[in-house]
């Protein structure tokens, strides 16, 4: 979780991002070259992560992104991810989705 600086730089307390779920595994950047887009890069390393997440016994994959990142935000639900959280925007920091893929 991310916290937002105040005018001198410092956080202060308040979240930029919805805090992840404790039993998840979170990953905290996804991002594809433009030249590897809509190719299933971004696919394969959620599905690594939630392999990953298994093997360490955890019950879920978090993750958040941007509220105006609209393709990121296809992929996650295509990818069985549901909306578990939001964050407001603090001045040119956009406002954040959480999402959470839990599983047994």
């Known amino acids: ?17 919805p805090p992840a779920p ?9 991002a594809t070259a433009a030249d590897f887009r809509r190719r299933g890069v971004a696919s394969a390393l959620l599905e690594a992560a939630e392999r990953r997440a298994r093997a360490a016994g955890l019950c879920a994959v978090a993750l958040d992104t941007a509220e105006r990142n609209l393709s990121a935000q296809a992929l996650y639900e295509g990818f069985g991810m549901e909306r578990s959280g939001r964050s407001q925007a603090v001045g040119d920091i956009p406002g954040a989705i959480a999402y959470v893929k839990r599983f047994g």
């Open 22 to 30: 404790g039993d998840a595994i979170y990953v905290d950047a996804l």
């Open 1 to 17: 979780m991310a916290l937002a600086p105040d005018s001198a730089g410092l956080s202060h307390g308040r979240a930029l991002t």
